[in-house]
C-alpha cells in the first residue's frame, strides 16, 4: 500500500484480542486516523443507562454478556440513538468520546456499560444509525476503524481487512488486566465467562454480527507483544497486493 493514498484499514475481532490498542498504534505509524467503533456502541449505552432507558444492574455486572430479568424498551432507546451525537477525537491515552457535548471518555469502560454494550450494539436500528455515521467518518479515506463489522458491513471496500484474534484464555487474561488497572477486581473465571457470553452474543446477532470477512487477513495475537502484531499489520498494509 502506497503512502501517498488516503487509505482505509478495517480491524475487527472479538473482545479483548487487543483491537483498540493495535488499531491506534497502526494508525499512528501510517499516519492515518483511528476509529473506535465500540466506543460509540459504549457511549450510546452509558446515555441510556444514565437516562434510565437501561436498568442498572446489579454491581457485579462484568465486562460482557446479558443482564438476566431486566426489562428495558428498545424503542426509547432507539429514539435516544437518534437524538444523540456522538464525538470521537484522538487523545493521549485513547479515544476521547462525547456524547451531547459531553465527555464520557471513562464512563464508558465501566463494568456497568461493559455488561449492557452488547444488547445495545444487537439492535438493528442502532446498528443502522451507527454504521451509517461510521460511513461518513470514513468517507475521505485516511482511517483505521475497528469494530465488529467494519470489514463485513461499514467498509467493505477497505484497502485493507485485519480480524484480530487469541485464545479465550489470553483475552481473559488481558481484560483482566486492565479492569484492575481501572480497579475493578474480578477473577479470571468471571472474565472468561463474560468473554465467551459475549463473543456468542456479537457472533450470533441476526445483523452485523462479528465475522471474518472472506478478504480479511488473520492475525492471532496469542503470545504476541503489541508491537509485534502492529509490525506484522503495518507490514501488510505497505505490501502491494
Ligand atoms: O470493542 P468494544 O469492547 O469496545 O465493543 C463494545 C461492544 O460493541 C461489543 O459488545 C461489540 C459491539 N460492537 C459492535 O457490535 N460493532 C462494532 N463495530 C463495534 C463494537
Known amino acids: 500500500?502506497?503512502?501517498?493514498?488516503?487509505?482505509?484499514?478495517?480491524?475487527d475481532g472479538p473482545a479483548g484480542a487487543g483491537k483498540s490498542t493495535v488499531a491506534r498504534k497502526v494508525a499512528e505509524r501510517l499516519?492515518?486516523?483511528?476509529?473506535?467503533?465500540?466506543a460509540m456502541y459504549r457511549a450510546l449505552t452509558w446515555k441510556a443507562l444514565r437516562r434510565g432507558i437501561l436498568p442498572a444492574a446489579a454491581a457485579t455486572a462484568g465486562s460482557g454478556g446479558a443482564v438476566p430479568g431486566l426489562a428495558w424498551n428498545t424503542q426509547a432507546l432507539v429514539k435516544m440513538?437518534?437524538?444523540?451525537?456522538?464525538?470521537?477525537?484522538?487523545?493521549?491515552?485513547?479515544?476521547?468520546?462525547?456524547?451531547?457535548?459531553?465527555?464520557?471518555?471513562?464512563e464508558i469502560r465501566s463494568p456497568q456499560v461493559s455488561a449492557w454494550v452488547s444488547q445495545v450494539a444487537a439492535v438493528p436500528?442502532?446498528?443502522?444509525?451507527?454504521?451509517?455515521?461510521?460511513?461518513?467518518?470514513?468517507?475521505?479515506?485516511?482511517?483505521?476503524?475497528?469494530?465488529?463489522?467494519?470489514g463485513t458491513v461499514v467498509l467493505p471496500h477497505a484497502d485493507r481487512k485485519f480480524y484480530l484474534t487469541a485464545t479465550v484464555e489470553e483475552r481473559a487474561?488481558?481484560?483482566?488486566?486492565?479492569?484492575?488497572?481501572?480497579g475493578h477486581e474480578v477473577?479470571?473465571?468471571?472474565?472468561?465467562?463474560?468473554?465467551?457470553?459475549?463473543d456468542q452474543q456479537d457472533s450470533q446477532r441476526q445483523e452485523g454480527p462479528l465475522a471474518l470477512a472472506a478478504d480479511?487477513?488473520?492475525?492471532?495475537?496469542?503470545g504476541k507483544t503489541v508491537e509485534e502484531v502492529v509490525d506484522?499489520?503495518?507490514?501488510?498494509?505497505?505490501?502491494e497486493v
Open 1 to 11: 500500500m502506497g503512502e501517498h493514498k488516503k487509505w482505509t484499514v478495517a480491524i
Open 31 to 38: 499516519g492515518l486516523l483511528y476509529i473506535d467503533t465500540g
Open 81 to 106: 440513538a437518534r437524538e444523540s451525537s456522538i464525538r470521537l477525537a484522538p487523545g493521549p491515552q485513547g479515544v476521547r468520546v462525547w456524547v451531547d457535548g459531553e465527555e464520557c471518555t471513562e
Open 125 to 150: 436500528e442502532v446498528r443502522r444509525l451507527l454504521v451509517r455515521q461510521q460511513q461518513a467518518m470514513a468517507r475521505g479515506g485516511g482511517v483505521v476503524m475497528d469494530g465488529r463489522d467494519i
Open 173 to 182: 487474561r488481558r481484560r483482566q488486566a486492565d479492569l484492575a488497572a481501572q
Open 187 to 198: 477473577s479470571r473465571a468471571e472474565v472468561e465467562q463474560w468473554i465467551r457470553q459475549r
Open 216 to 222: 480479511a487477513i488473520l492475525v492471532d495475537s496469542t
Open 232 to 239: 506484522s499489520i503495518v507490514r501488510q498494509c505497505r505490501e
